[in-house]
DNA sequence: GTCTATATTAGGATAGAC
DNA sequence: GTCTATCCTAATATAGAC
């Protein structure tokens, strides 16, 4: 493995566990067993890294993202791109617990971060939108709106929020407990399919109480 | 009006517009026009001011936060309720922001910090528990803890998801339109006085649109 | 209480040898 | 590509005079 890639890697992991701010360049140099020098000839410094971390992030994110959008997703199928949504934020989550002071400090990502979450409220706007199309659930514009908008929040703050309330935090219960959150608010909107719709969800909620004792 | 005070005052007025990060000491020195010698007189840095300003902050929006559970809330008074308590959020918004970096730094504050937030979705439960024994909500039990813990996430989060997508913030629309999405919420489950609120709701949302252009 | 002057430190960054 | 040695800078903090 390249020192380049090695230096990406753990960093990240540092930056995770550490916190941005508390991670130095000579930190960075240390946990590799190379040189600030050396780490300095790859990278001028933490901000191309963290410029780099997150392209990689904003690329596998918006895949994901997006995918619904060229196929519809199945019911059943929410639960998984939830929960793997929320493992990507996880796997990154350094960046989010500190989003303002970061964006701050790197301007140019501060617009690509605005316009992604731009995107989470419109592919969320057009998942609930053609679950109201297909008669799944009955729900006025506004609310849904309303819903998507919420969505897009909880799908950036919610491992933030989880981590404020709970010293454990990024677990499968944590990311477990954020799609059940989401999904549980469609429950006064379904319609079509409602018997199975309340049955997957209780199955989700008891797997998910199961974990947590 | 005494050194000291002053001290706070303009202390949070510069971390609000500045970031907490990007002022030293030498900075609220300038701009009280006064020496960083005297500053440091008064108080040992920046830690013991962000503390007592914490602890302004702290006892405040406990105030208001608490002040349902002696007094249930009319209706029409919920709209006001959560209008202040963003108001004061985003009078002390410095502190939001970079929640984590600052209570990292600040373990004291850690605690605090987070039995405030707990405290949020316990008063929201009650409110939200009184509504329903009152008849005016029918919601399950279930539905009715997301709903608490989703307001208690949505009144922690949202001024900062705001910030992070308008680069206007913390302006009355802004908080309106936060009420909104939180209060917007009951529709599905409302049932005695149904006509009344929808009324109300139309209202406060033309209110907002108004606002806006 | 307030000032001026100075000290300390840590993060960030580079030059030049190997 | 990598190391050693060194430098620069800005934030933080204190001493001592007034």
Same mark, same amino acid.
């Given at each position: 493995?390249?020192?380049?890639?090695?230096?990406?890697?753990?960093?990240?992991?540092?930056?995770?566990?550490?916190?941005?701010?508390?991670?130095?360049?000579?930190?960075?140099?240390?946990?590799?067993?190379?040189?600030?020098?050396?780490?300095?000839?790859?990278?001028?410094?933490?901000?191309?890294?963290?410029?780099?971390?997150?392209?990689?992030?904003?690329?596998?994110?918006?895949?994901?993202?997006?995918?619904?959008?060229?196929?519809?997703?199945?019911?059943?199928?929410?639960?998984?791109?939830?929960?793997?949504?929320?493992?990507? +934020?996880?796997?990154? /989550?350094?960046?989010?617990?500190?989003?303002?002071?970061?964006?701050?400090?790197?301007?140019?990502?501060?617009?690509?971060? /605005?316009?992604?979450? /731009?995107?989470?409220?419109?592919?969320?706007?057009?998942?609930?939108?053609?679950?109201?199309?297909?008669?799944?659930?009955?729900?006025?514009?506004?609310?849904?709106?309303?819903?998507?908008?919420?969505?897009?929040?909880?799908?950036?703050?919610?491992?933030?929020?989880?981590?404020?309330?709970?010293?454990?935090?990024?677990?499968?219960?944590?990311?477990?407990?954020?799609?059940?959150?989401? +999904?549980?608010?469609?429950?006064?909107?379904?319609?079509?399919?409602?018997?199975?719709?309340? +049955?997957?969800?209780?199955?989700? /909620?008891?797997?998910?109480?199961?974990?947590?004792?």
């Amino acid at each position: 493995m390249k020192t380049k890639d090695k230096i990406l890697q753990y960093s990240l992991q540092l930056f995770n566990d550490e916190g941005e701010q508390n991670v130095t360049p000579v930190d960075i140099a240390n946990v590799l067993d190379i040189s600030p020098g050396n780490l300095y000839y790859h990278f001028k410094g933490k901000d191309p890294i963290i410029h780099q971390l997150f392209l990689d992030f904003e690329e596998e994110f918006l895949m994901v993202l997006n995918a619904p959008i060229d196929k519809p997703l199945e019911l059943s199928d929410n639960w998984v791109y939830f929960y793997i949504l929320f493992e990507e +934020i996880a796997d990154f /989550r350094f960046f989010y617990r500190n989003l303002q002071s970061i964006l701050e400090r790197y301007p140019e990502l501060e617009s690509r971060f /605005r316009k992604l979450v /731009r995107q989470k409220v419109k592919t969320m706007t057009s998942i609930l939108s053609n679950l109201d199309k297909s008669g799944f659930l009955a729900i006025s514009e506004v609310e849904l709106d309303q819903m998507a908008e919420r969505f897009a929040l909880q799908l950036t703050y919610w491992p933030t929020y989880q981590a404020l309330l709970d010293v454990q935090t990024s677990t499968p219960v944590s990311i477990h407990k954020g799609v059940f959150g989401l +999904i549980s608010q469609l429950t006064p909107y379904v319609v079509e399919g409602a018997d199975e719709f309340l +049955i997957l969800l209780t199955e989700f /909620r008891d797997k998910m109480l199961k974990n947590v004792s």
